[in-house]
């Protein structure tokens, strides 16, 4: 291995820092959940008499339940929301109160409140992970946006914040419509130290301060009522939909070398905490303000994260002023068993069966491990959140929002707009833009091709419609395609082919990269290189092609493309990120001059 190999190892060992979670596990596990009987029922929905009401205090809904809601104050709208709060959480017995610290909160039928479900997620998109959110019947997609690293290139402040303001469009929508939560536990705001981490594709990048105006602008496009930006009651604030940063803190390292994310101990300085892996979290709250953080599985110089008093209740609640509530990473409670604290934690994320805190908190309430207090405490917090977001009574401004605002015309226009703002131009030796009426047979080469699924990358939803490289690309020019081999390329059986369309062809575009089988939340790279025999499919397609070559890479973690930088053969370099649904288009407007590419890295690409 190379020498950066083995620094960057050596630097992982010292700092000892971080480690992650799965998004495959937790849909995994989602999706067999949202089978199950007791989820029949749309998980996003408050329905009462079959019905699906899009806030709680609904005249009709109590009527239904055989209730007057006249005689419930937290139903009162004349009420500020501390005391409606209050009102609701002193209605509850013990037992109740612990029924609602779960993921899935069970709802208090006897008074009104429904079950809820917290977890939803939203990082370049509404996503189908989490318990609360499902595509069907009125809602069959929702625009896919760039990944998060790709929209980071752009440097685009007030790009960052249009697309937290489309989506929380559309997941104000899909929620008027019974079809998700109003929590969203999007940004992933961690750090990437090391370019291999399988999730540097959910982040935006390796910069401390650029990764927190990232979730300043992202939090603010998401949870902002317009006219209420600046209201100084930070706890009537209204909410457009709830964001969460996670996951806080020092956590980018996954399963490496036989030690379990979930019992990783991060070794880190005070100074790399608060410099490094703290200061997204910061401007996250301070400038943001963000209404709930995810603290994650790992542990923080032997403490875990979510038990961790100084980073909690000190840092997050004292010093930054944090409105909100706290979620643990799903199940990093259950690391934490035996030695269970109450320290400040108000949600508990559980996937499959697991709930801690339901199963637990009543005996260590009567072993007076937990006070009645401290629960009623994580009941503000999380109440106070949904009052502000309008689970209680709506909000007018997006009352009426539906069907019609989801995978609009001007969201599939901004998902474009971001991938062609975000797409990096690594090399051009006098190539680009190719002129369609000069170059009229292309061959198109490359896993990534004919993308589709791929270009959305995790913590996906459904999108509206995918156009791949293909699809955008035959608009300007005769295509031959070929695949010359999938991502991982474990044979060089089909290079042949793809090398003699080049050879015919009077241009070449090659699309190859990275995809979720090689990076991805559980899985770590261990080198930069591309996959199997793709070096070899790219230098051998080059070699044999008659006119100029594009090589588009697609990839959230680094890749080192030396090789192609060297190559005289290969005259274009783009890095695409993962472009989301549009990416095709994006791809080819960068390609035939309709975009001047501008992105620039928000992760050092290494070269040997
Ligand atoms: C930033 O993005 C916005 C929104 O898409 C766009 O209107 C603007 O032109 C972009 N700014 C730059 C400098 O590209
Ligand atoms: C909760 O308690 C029940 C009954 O003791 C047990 O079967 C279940 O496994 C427990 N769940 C957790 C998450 O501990
Ligand atoms: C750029 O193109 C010229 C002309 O084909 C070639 O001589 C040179 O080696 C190329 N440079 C690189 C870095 O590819």
């Given amino acids: 291995m190379d020498s950066y190999h083995f620094s960057s190892f050596f630097l992982c060992m010292?700092?000892?820092?971080?480690l992650l979670i799965p998004p495959y596990f937790s849909a995994t596990i989602a999706s067999a959940a949202a089978a199950t009987p007791q989820h029949a029922s749309k998980p996003g929905a408050i329905e009462t008499d079959g019905k699906n009401h899009s806030k709680v205090c609904d005249a009709a809904r109590f009527v239904a339940l055989g209730l007057r809601m006249d005689d419930f104050a937290y139903c009162d709208s004349s009420l500020p929301y501390p005391a409606r709060v209050k009102d609701?959480?002193?209605?509850?017995?013990?037992?109740?109160?612990?029924?609602?610290?779960?993921?899935?909160?069970?709802?208090?039928?006897?008074?009104?409140?429904?079950?809820?479900?917290w977890w939803s997620e939203a990082l370049h998109g509404i996503a189908v992970t989490g318990h609360a959110t499902y595509f069907g019947d009125v809602v069959p997609a929702a625009t896919s946006f760039p990944n998060v690293i790709l929209s980071a290139a752009s440097f685009n402040e007030s790009l960052w914040k249009k697309i937290g303001q489309a989506v929380s469009t559309e997941g104000r929508a899909m929620y008027n419509l019974g079809h998700t939560g109003l929590n969203f536990w999007s940004?992933?705001?961690?750090?990437?130290?090391?370019?291999?981490?399988g999730r540097a594709l959910e982040t935006p990048g390796e910069d401390p301060f650029v990764v927190g105006r990232y979730a300043v602008n992202f939090v603010r496009g998401m949870q902002d009522v317009e006219g209420t930006e600046n209201v100084q009651d930070l706890d009537s604030r209204p909410l457009k939909v709830s964001t969460c940063c996670k996951h806080y803190a020092a956590y980018d390292l996954d399963n490496w070398f036989g030690v379990s994310r979930l019992h990783f101990d991060a070794r880190v300085t005070e100074q790399d905490m608060m410099e490094t892996f703290v200061r997204p979290f910061e401007m996250c709250v301070k400038e943001g303000d963000a209404s709930s953080i995810m603290c994650s599985y790992n542990r923080v110089n032997g403490v875990p994260s979510c038990a961790d008093a100084k980073l909690l209740s000190q840092t997050l609640r004292n010093d930054w002023q944090l409105h909100g509530y706290i979620v643990s990473d799903c199940d990093s409670v259950e690391v934490m068993h035996e030695r269970i604290k109450w320290l400040g934690l108000d949600l508990d994320c559980g996937?499959?069966?697991l709930n801690y805190y339901e199963n637990y908190t009543l005996s260590a309430v009567a072993q007076g491990k937990v006070r009645e207090s401290d629960i009623d405490n994580a009941l503000k917090n999380l109440y106070m959140v949904l009052m502000r977001a309008g689970f209680f009574d709506n909000i007018k401004a997006y009352e009426n929002l539906g069907v019609n605002d989801i995978c609009t015309k001007e969201h599939i226009y901004l998902a474009a707009d971001a991938a062609r703002q975000g797409i990096v131009l690594l090399k051009n030796n006098l190539t680009l833009p190719l002129d369609p009426k000069k170059y009229k047979d292309v061959a198109l080469v490359g896993p990534h091709a004919k993308a589709t699924k791929a270009m959305i990358g995790n913590y996906e939803g459904i999108p509206c419609r995918y156009v791949s490289p293909l699809d955008a690309i035959v608009k300007d020019v005769r295509v031959e395609y070929h695949e010359g081999c999938d991502v991982h390329c474990r044979s060089s059986r089909s290079i042949p082919p793809a090398a003699e369309a080049a050879n015919t062809a009077e241009a070449t575009i090659i699309v190859a990269g990275l995809g979720l089988e090689v990076e991805r939340e559980e899985l770590d790279r261990n080198d930069l290189l591309l996959p199997g025999f793709q070096t070899e499919l790219i230098n051998r397609v080059a070699e044999a092609s008659a006119g100029p070559v594009v090589l588009v890479i697609m990839a959230g973690g680094c890749v080192d493309v030396s090789f192609a930088q060297n190559n005289p053969k290969i005259g274009v370099i783009l890095w695409a990120g993962y472009p989301g649904q549009e990416g095709g288009q994006a791809i080819a407007d960068v390609i035939f001059g309709r975009h001047n590419p501008g992105g620039r890295l928000p992760l050092t690409m290494v070269q040997e």
């Fill in 88 to 117: 609701l959480v002193g209605r509850m017995t013990l037992v109740e109160k612990i029924l609602q610290l779960g993921d899935r909160g069970q709802g208090v039928g006897r008074i009104g409140l429904p079950k809820y479900g």
């Fill in 187 to 197: 940004p992933n705001v961690n750090v990437v130290r090391d370019p291999r981490w």
């Fill in 14 to 18: 010292i700092t000892g820092f971080l």
């Fill in 351 to 353: 996937l499959g069966n």
